[in-house]
């Protein structure tokens, strides 16, 4: 299985980007896809999940409705837009696969990642 991330770069704060991440291989059995990313010196972080086992999203509490994740279960794709970027989001992003039901932001329940793509923010 190989996800591929893209759609990472340079914008200013309160710019926007869009993030996109797409799964080839064998995908049965997946709950959904996701997000996380790591910053500078920080642990990784969960940042959005689509769950297709339940139709529903999730996010991180610092979202707080910037960021929007949508995805297409049928193709194993999924999306990040995300909008008023502030130089605290300044990371890479990883796109995950849901393997199984538990904590959505626990990446224990993450089981094939993609090789990440960098978001930087300037203030």
């Known amino acids: 299985v190989q996800l591929q991330a893209s759609g990472g770069g340079l914008v200013q704060s309160g710019g926007s980007l869009r993030l996109s991440c797409a799964a080839s291989?064998?995908?049965?059995?997946?709950?959904?896809m996701g997000w996380f990313r790591q910053g500078p010196g920080k642990e990784r972080e969960f940042v959005a999940v689509l769950d297709w086992s339940r139709g529903s999203t999730h996010y991180g509490a610092f979202v707080k409705g910037r960021f929007t994740i949508s995805g297409d279960n049928a193709k194993n794709t999924v999306s990040l837009q995300m909008n008023s970027l502030k130089p605290e989001d300044t990371a890479v992003y990883y796109c995950a696969a849901r393997c199984g039901s538990g904590d959505y932001e626990s990446a224990n329940w993450y089981c094939n990642w993609g090789q990440g793509t960098l978001v930087t923010v300037s203030s």
């Open positions: 291989g064998r995908t049965l059995g997946w709950y959904g």
